[in-house]
């Protein structure tokens, strides 16, 4: 018997809480119904738990590596950065969508959706620090400079609403969620730089329209 890698596991279990609609019931039974060892499992993961946030970074980790394939990418200001990356980000979501749904809508409890994003809200709040922290070294006034917990943490608030309002998409190829993208990545650039709030208005005259129509 081949030995299970850590994507063959993850694949296996992505299909078989889909196929069944519901999360294994043991170890031992995601095991043996997959052809692989609990000791090849547990090399990789202490639990199920621990696998479902190794998934999310795998998400996270795939549309990194979309971006910095992208020749163009380090020529691109901070915003176009951000952009890119949420546009890649949930085309890697949209491309396991169904899974995503499932996870997230299984966990009623608010608590268990967001214990499975820890990671994830670790890896997105790195990247945003570290647009911020460049931006920053750009300014030569301490004054002018952004502070990078309140951005970062920001960027993941930001990153939930965005997966919330994916999640509740209709729109043909997701337009929509494109279109929140951009308004709302553009809205909190434009309020860290403490330019007028034009974009925050246009963000929030949108995000009204959605609601009442």
Same mark, same amino acid.
């Given at each position: 018997?081949? !030995?299970?890698?850590?994507?063959?596991?993850?694949?296996?279990?992505?299909?078989?809480?889909?196929?069944?609609?519901?999360?294994?019931?043991?170890?031992? !039974?995601?095991?043996?119904?997959?052809?692989?060892?609990? $000791? $090849? =499992?547990?090399? =990789?993961?202490? &639990?199920? $738990?621990?696998?479902?946030?190794?998934?999310?970074?795998?998400?996270?980790?795939?549309?990194?590596?979309?971006?910095?394939?992208? !020749?163009?990418?380090?020529?691109?200001?901070?915003?176009?950065?951000?952009?890119?990356?949420?546009?890649?980000?949930?085309?890697?979501?949209?491309?396991?969508?169904?899974?995503?749904?499932?996870?997230?809508?299984?966990?009623?409890?608010?608590?268990?959706?967001? &214990?499975?994003?820890?990671?994830?809200?670790?890896?997105?709040?790195?990247?945003?620090?570290?647009?911020?922290?460049?931006?920053?070294?750009?300014?030569?006034?301490?004054?002018?400079?952004?502070?990078?917990?309140?951005?970062?943490?920001?960027?993941?608030?930001?990153?939930? =609403?965005?997966?919330?309002?994916?999640?509740?998409?209709? &729109?043909?190829?997701?337009?929509?969620?494109?279109?929140?993208?951009?308004?709302?990545?553009?809205?909190?650039?434009?309020? =860290?730089?403490?330019?007028?709030? $034009? &974009?925050?208005?246009?963000?929030?005259?949108?995000?009204?329209?959605?609601?009442?129509?």
């Amino acid at each position: 018997m081949t !030995k299970a890698s850590e994507e063959k596991i993850i694949a296996a279990y992505m299909d078989m809480v889909l196929l069944n609609e519901t999360e294994p019931k043991s170890v031992y !039974k995601f095991c043996k119904q997959n052809n692989f060892t609990e $000791e $090849e =499992f547990y090399a =990789f993961y202490g &639990s199920f $738990e621990g696998l479902q946030k190794k998934i999310w970074d795998r998400f996270f980790h795939h549309s990194i590596t979309l971006i910095e394939k992208s !020749k163009d990418y380090d020529t691109l200001s901070n915003q176009d950065k951000m952009l890119t990356f949420f546009f890649t980000f949930f085309e890697v979501l949209t491309a396991n969508r169904s899974y995503v749904l499932f996870t997230l809508k299984e966990q009623k409890d608010m608590m268990k959706q967001l &214990s499975q994003l820890k990671g994830l809200r670790t890896r997105i709040k790195g990247f945003a620090a570290g647009l911020i922290t460049e931006r920053n070294d750009e300014k030569q006034l301490k004054i002018l400079k952004n502070s990078v917990t309140v951005f970062s943490e920001g960027a993941w608030i930001q990153t939930l =609403f965005l997966m919330k309002y994916w999640m509740d998409d209709n &729109s043909p190829k997701f337009e929509k969620t494109d279109i929140v993208i951009e308004k709302s990545v553009r809205a909190i650039f434009d309020v =860290f730089d403490t330019t007028p709030l $034009e &974009s925050v208005i246009d963000f929030g005259k949108f995000l009204w329209k959605e609601r009442m129509a």
